[in-house]
């Protein structure tokens, strides 16, 4: 494959923003200051719009694992690939380990999910060692994530302005590599 089709494409460019603005409202929320009783109205949206990401980045990861990833647009020193590939693998990941990791924190803390009165995902129980664990993973993902992302966007800048490929532009308009 030497392109991104415009599902693909489309997927990226739905999620990028999303997954973004989740990142920031998330690391508002624990470090913003916010105080309590005006935070958990914030949670409850932080969580509902969690649980909608976490249907929509499962469409988004197993298109890419039925597609495969485009080839590079031009010939990349191999550790270049492999980073970019490792880079991808670890978005990727985090699309579905940061949403999987805030619900099984739900499930576990004894309070409902109430996704915008759609539906409501009850607690399993209220069980604080894992609803712990998996805070901690919540936290640590998004760290990963964020620095990985930096890396992701640096690196494409980097191939538009310096290298002046067309890997940026593939990803916006799809289009084939000469
Ligand atoms: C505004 C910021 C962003 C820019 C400029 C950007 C740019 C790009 C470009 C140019 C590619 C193509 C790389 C190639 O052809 O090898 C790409 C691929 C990719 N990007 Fe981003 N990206 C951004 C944000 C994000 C975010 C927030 C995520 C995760 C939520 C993400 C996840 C991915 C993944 C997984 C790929 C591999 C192909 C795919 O599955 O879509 N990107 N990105
Ligand atoms: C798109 C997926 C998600 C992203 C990117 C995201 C991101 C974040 C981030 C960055 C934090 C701050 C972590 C820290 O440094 O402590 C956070 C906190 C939190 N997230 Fe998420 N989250 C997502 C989905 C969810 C889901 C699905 C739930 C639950 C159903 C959830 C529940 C929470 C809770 C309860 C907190 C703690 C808020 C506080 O400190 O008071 N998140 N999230």
Same mark, same amino acid.
């Given at each position: ?80 690939? %492999? $980073?970019?590939?490792?880079? !991808?693998? =670890?978005?990727?990941?985090?699309? &579905?380990?940061?949403? *999987?990791? #805030? @619900? ?49 966007? %640096? $690196?494409?800048?980097?191939? !538009?302005? =310096?290298?002046?490929?067309?890997? &940026?532009?593939?990803? *916006?308009? #799809? @289009?084939?590599?000469?």
């Amino acid at each position: 494959m030497t392109t991104y089709n415009l599902t693909s494409r489309l997927n990226h460019w739905i999620a990028a923003p999303l997954f973004i603005a989740m990142l920031g409202f998330g690391f508002y929320l624990a470090y913003g200051g916010a105080p309590m009783p005006e935070k958990l109205p914030m949670i409850a949206n932080h969580k509902a719009m969690g649980v909608l990401l976490l249907g929509f980045g499962l469409w988004r990861v197993g298109y890419r694992i039925k597609q495969g990833f485009a080839l590079p647009v031009a010939s990349l020193p191999s550790w270049q690939e %492999a $980073a970019s590939r490792a880079s !991808h693998v =670890i978005l990727l990941a985090s699309i &579905l380990l940061m949403p *999987l990791s #805030g @619900l099984i924190m739900a499930l576990f803390s004894g309070f409902p999910t109430d996704v915008f009165g759609l539906f409501t995902i009850p607690a399993i129980d209220k069980v604080d060692t894992v609803s712990g664990a998996a805070r901690m993973a919540h936290k640590y993902i998004a760290y990963a994530f964020v620095l990985t992302l930096g890396v992701h966007v %640096a $690196a494409a800048i980097k191939h !538009h302005i =310096i290298d002046k490929d067309g890997t &940026l532009v593939r990803m *916006l308009k #799809g @289009l084939p590599t000469p």
